[in-house]
Structures are given as structure tokens and as C-alpha cells.
T-cell receptor
Framework: NAGVTQTPKFRILKIGQSMTLQCTQDMNHNYMYWYRQDPGMGLKLIYYSVGAGITDKGEVPNGYNVSRSTTEDFPLRLELAAPSQTSVYFC?????????????FGSGTRLTVV | GDSVTQMEGPVTLSEEAFLTINCTYTATGYPSLFWYVQYPGEGLQLLLKATKADDKGSNKGFEATYRKETTSFHLEKGSVQVSDSAVYFCALSTGANSKLTFGKGITLSVRP
């Protein structure tokens, strides 16, 4: 059982480039989330989804887009990368809203924008 | 809105020392409470949880008790090991908005 898988693990982007961070889960979880983690700042929610075809903004959605065409996949798109998007990105999933069992996290993507 | 406050860090302890990491919360309704651990270079892992008042969550020698009267969920371990060096996050969920609310995390370093 792989859990939540994120690719790539590391990436360096130039300012203005775009990329997609991939996230897939094999637990048949309805809910999926994208967070960014900056040093000393904890986790900030970017976007989340409560099921296929449904997405919503979190605290810091600007500069990002998501889609949820299947239950398994929840890719995060960065358009026109900026240095402020240098961060570690985590994808997570949960069966319900997280109240009973919390979230399962992926191992993260470390992104540097130069 | 919901919020989680963790004590300021970092924390440095010697091996076999007693550990307490404070966590208090503000929430509407009756939240579930969680502690997550993040080892260097890895994602967050659920360490323990409690879903109602007076519940005690425990795992790997760590414990935390859900105290509704003091709105707290402090993490404790009687004897820390070097392998416990990590970042620890307290979190809550009310389930109403489909999201966990995290504290800022605290870095624990255990020296031999």
C-alpha cells in the first residue's frame, strides 16, 4: 500500500517557468489537500478537494491552480513561478474530513525558484 | 475561528530527559486533537490522537491527554532518545470545514 505519492522530490525552476507537482493516493480517500511549509511558519493550506470534480481555495491560493478529475490524483500547477514560491510542498489525503483519523501525508516536493 | 498555539522552540534536551511540549487550542464545537511528527527530510506522520475530552492518545512512548477544561493537549514522553529529534505539530479538526488546523510546529533536538 503506497499511501500518498508525490513527484518530483526536488525541482529547481527559473522565474517565470511553470510546472505541475503530482500527487496520487491509493487509499480511496475522498479528501485531498495541498500545503506549503516554510521555515518557522508551519503549514499553510493552498487548495483542497472534497471529491472528484470539486476543489476549493485554502489560505494561500494565489499563483497556484489545481484540478481533481479522479479520486486518486490531485495535481498542483504553478504558473509563472516566483521566488516567493520557494518552499516544501506536501500533499495529504483523508477518508472523511479528518476528524477521526487525521490526514496521511506524502513525503514532499522541495521546490526552489531562482 | 479555530486556532492552535504551540510553545516557542526550539527545544534541546539530553537523552533520557523528560519531555513536555505544550499545545493549547481555540475551537468552535468539540474538536479532535492530533500530534504529528516530521523527521528530517520526510513528510508528517500521525503520532497520536484523541477524539473526545479526557481521552489519552499514546504511541512510541509519547502521551497526550485531551483536557477540555484547559483547552490543552500537551505532549509528554518520560525518556527521550536521539531518534526522537524531529519537528512536532499539534493540530485540531472540528470536521465542519474539512480541514485540519495546525500549530506552527516545534523543533526538538536530543543530544547523546
Amino acid at each position: 500500500n503506497a499511501g500518498v505519492t508525490q513527484t518530483p522530490k526536488f525541482r529547481i525552476l527559473k522565474i517565470g517557468q511553470s510546472m505541475t507537482l503530482q500527487c496520487t493516493q491509493d487509499m480511496n480517500h475522498n479528501y485531498m489537500y495541498w500545503y506549503r511549509q516554510d521555515p518557522g511558519m508551519g503549514l499553510k493550506l493552498i487548495y483542497y478537494s472534497v471529491g472528484a470534480g470539486i476543489t476549493d481555495k485554502g489560505e494561500v491560493p494565489n499563483g497556484y491552480n489545481v484540478s481533481r478529475s479522479t479520486t486518486e490524483d490531485f495535481p498542483l500547477r504553478l504558473e509563472l513561478a516566483a521566488p516567493s514560491q520557494t518552499s516544501v510542498y506536501f500533499c495529504a489525503s483523508s477518508y472523511s474530513a479528518g476528524r477521526e483519523d487525521g490526514y496521511t501525508f506524502g513525503s514532499g516536493t522541495r521546490l526552489t525558484v531562482v | 475561528g479555530d486556532s492552535v498555539t504551540q510553545m516557542e522552540g526550539p527545544v534541546t534536551l539530553s537523552e533520557e530527559a523528560f519531555l513536555t511540549i505544550n499545545c493549547t487550542y481555540t475551537a468552535t464545537g468539540y474538536p479532535s486533537l492530533f500530534w504529528y511528527v516530521q523527521y528530517p527530510g520526510e513528510g508528517l506522520q500521525l503520532l497520536l490522537k484523541a477524539t473526545k475530552a479526557d481521552d489519552k492518545g499514546s504511541n512510541k512512548g509519547f502521551e497526550a491527554t485531551y483536557r477540555k477544561e484547559t483547552t490543552s493537549f500537551h505532549l509528554e514522553k518520560g525518556s527521550v532518545q536521539v531518534s526522537d529529534s524531529a519537528v512536532y505539530f499539534c493540530a485540531l479538526s472540528t470536521g465542519a470545514n474539512s480541514k485540519l488546523t495546525f500549530g506552527k510546529g516545534i523543533t526538538l533536538s536530543v543530544r547523546p
